[in-house]
C-alpha cells in the first residue's frame, strides 16, 4: 500500500551532474528525503517499464517524478542519437525520436505505478520541437519573430527567404539546443553573404565549436546549410536585439508555477548570447534601467505567457529578446530544462525571493501540489511609466559569468563533448 506521507522525487537525470546535485541540495534543504535518481541510461535501455529500478521506491512513497535534462552525458547522447562523435552537429531527429518515445514510456509507468509527475511529457515535445514551440507561441499571441514556410535545404532557404523580403535570417536545427547549429545568416545584394555560426566543418562534418565562425561563399553556406536540413529547420527573421557598449543581449527568464522568478543577462559580442560560446553574464538591473518600470514589467508579462502556453510544465525557461528600440520584445525559444543557473536567486518580490531555481520549483511542487498554476504573474496593476528606453547602460563591459565554470547554465543541456583536436567543442 502507499501509505507514506512524506512525499519524494525521483529524478530522471544524470547522477552526479549539477542539475541533479543542485536538485538534490533543494530537497534536502526543504526537509524532504534525498532524491532517487534514475538514470537517462537506464530510461533508454529498458523497452518498457523505465521506472522498475526504483519500484521499491515507488512502493512506499508518495512520488513526484521530475524529468530533468539528458545533457551532460556522452553515453545518454549515444543512445539518443547513436553512436558517433558527441561533439558532432545534427542527428537531432533521430535524438529527438528517441527522447519522445522514453518520455511516453516515462509517462505511462508513472501512471501505472501511481507517481506523480511534475512536469508534461507533451510540453516537453513541443519545446524540443523549435517550429512547434514557435507555432504554440504565435497562435497565443506571444510577440515571435516571423518564420519561413518549411525549407528542405539551402535552395529553398533562399527561394522563401526572397518571398517574405527577408535578408536576414537565423537558421535553427528544429530539434538543436545550446546553440548548436545555429546559423544566423546575412544576405545582400550582389551575391554577399555571410553565415555566423558555432559549427566548424572538419573532414568527418560539422562539429560544435566553443568559437563563433563566419561562412562567407555560397558554397560553403549552402553546404551547412544542406548538411542540417534533414534533420528539420525552423527559420525565422533575424530580430535585431538591443545592445549594452557594443554588446547585444537577450534574457533567460524562468518562469516558475506562472511566475517570472529569476532572469539573467547574456550578453555577446556574436548573434548568439548563449554562455558557453563566450556570452557573458551582464548587469540585470542596468538592463531593467534602461528599459523602465513599465517596459521591465512588459518583458516579464511576455515571459509569463510565453509560460502560459506551456501549463502542465511547473518550470520553463524563455528565451527573451529586447529589440534595438528597447520597445518590442520577441521570444527565441521556451526551453524545458532551462533552469540551470548555479547560485542565482529570485527575484526580489517574487516567491522564489532568495531561493535558487531548485528550491523554487521544490517550494512550487509542495505548495501546489497538482498544479498547473499560470495565473497571470507579472502583472500587479499598472505601474508607472518611467521609461530610460533608448538609454544606453555603462558598466557591463568585460563583466564575466562570476564563476567562469558556469558556461554551459541556462541551455537546454544537450551533452557536453570534450572534444581533442584544435577545435574544442561542445554539443550543448
Ligand atoms: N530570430 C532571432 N533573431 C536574433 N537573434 C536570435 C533569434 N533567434 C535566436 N537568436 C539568438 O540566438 C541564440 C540561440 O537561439 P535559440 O533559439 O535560443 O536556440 P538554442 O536552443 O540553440 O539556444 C540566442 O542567443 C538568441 O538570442
Ligand atoms: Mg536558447
Not at 501511481?114 to 497565443?140: P, S
Not at 560539422?206 to 562567407?216: D, K, P
Amino acid at each position: 500500500m502507499r501509505g507514506a506521507t512524506v512525499p519524494a522525487f525521483l529524478v530522471i537525470g544524470t547522477p552526479g551532474d549539477r542539475r541533479t546535485e543542485l536538485f538534490a541540495a533543494a530537497c534536502r534543504a526543504s526537509g524532504l528525503p534525498e532524491p532517487r535518481v534514475v538514470p537517462w541510461t537506464d530510461v533508454l535501455r529498458a523497452t518498457r517499464d523505465p521506472l522498475a529500478g526504483a519500484a521499491a521506491h515507488l512502493d512506499v512513497t508518495d512520488t513526484l517524478v521530475r524529468i530533468d535534462s539528458p545533457g551532460e552525458d556522452a553515453n545518454v547522447d549515444a543512445l539518443l542519437r547513436g553512436p558517433g562523435n558527441p561533439a558532432r552537429v545534427g542527428g537531432g531527429a533521430r535524438w529527438y525520436r528517441t527522447f519522445v518515445q522514453a518520455l511516453t514510456r516515462i509517462r505511462a509507468d508513472a501512471q501505472r505505478r501511481g507517481a506523480r509527475l511534475v512536469g508534461d511529457v507533451d510540453d516537453i515535445a513541443v519545446m524540443f520541437d523549435k517550429r512547434l514551440c514557435h507555432a504554440r507561441l504565435q497562435a497565443a499571441g506571444v510577440p515571435v519573430p516571423d518564420a519561413l514556410p518549411p525549407v528542405d535545404g539551402y535552395a529553398q532557404l533562399r527561394d522563401r527567404m526572397a518571398e517574405a523580403g527577408m535578408r536576414r535570417v537565423f537558421v535553427k536545427p528544429a530539434h538543436g539546443s545550446s546553440a548548436s547549429g545555429v546559423i544566423a545568416l546575412q544576405t545582400a545584394p550582389g551575391g554577399r553573404i555571410k553565415a555566423v555560426t558555432s559549427a566548424a566543418r572538419t573532414p568527418d562534418g560539422y562539429v560544435n565549436s566553443l568559437r563563433v565562425r563566419s561562412y562567407e561563399t555560397e558554397r560553403d553556406v549552402a553546404h551547412l546549410v544542406d548538411t542540417l536540413a534533414p534533420d528539420g529547420l525552423h527559420v525565422e527573421r533575424w530580430f535585431p536585439k538591443a545592445a549594452v557598449n557594443g554588446r547585444v543581449f537577450d534574457l533567460r527568464v524562468v518562469v516558475i508555477a506562472g511566475e517570472p522568478t529569476h532572469a539573467v543577462v547574456r550578453m555577446s559580442r556574436s548573434p548568439m548570447t548563449n554562455l558557453h560560446l563566450g556570452g557573458a553574464r551582464g548587469d540585470l538591473e542596468a538592463v531593467r534601467r534602461a528599459l523602465g518600470e513599465h517596459g521591465w514589467r512588459r518583458a516579464l508579462d511576455v515571459c509569463a505567457q510565453a509560460a502560459a502556453c506551456f501549463p502542465g510544465s511547473g518550470m520553463v525557461g524563455v528565451d527573451l529578446m529586447v529589440g534595438i528600440g528597447w520597445r518590442e520584445f520577441a521570444v527565441a525559444e521556451v526551453n524545458a530544462f532551462g533552469d540551470l543557473l548555479p547560485r542565482l536567486t529570485g527575484l526580489p518580490g517574487t516567491f522564489a525571493e532568495g531561493l535558487d531555481t531548485y528550491a523554487a520549483q521544490v517550494r512550487a511542487a509542495l505548495a501546489r501540489p497538482s498544479a498547473t498554476p499560470h495565473d497571470a504573474a507579472g502583472s500587479g496593476g499598472p505601474s508607472e511609466d518611467t521609461t530610460a528606453r533608448g538609454a544606453r547602460t555603462a558598466g557591463t563591459e568585460g563583466e564575466r559569468d562570476v564563476s567562469g565554470r558556469d558556461v554551459h547554465e541556462a541551455d537546454q543541456g544537450r551533452p557536453v563533448a570534450p572534444m581533442h583536436g584544435e577545435v574544442s567543442a561542445c554539443a550543448t
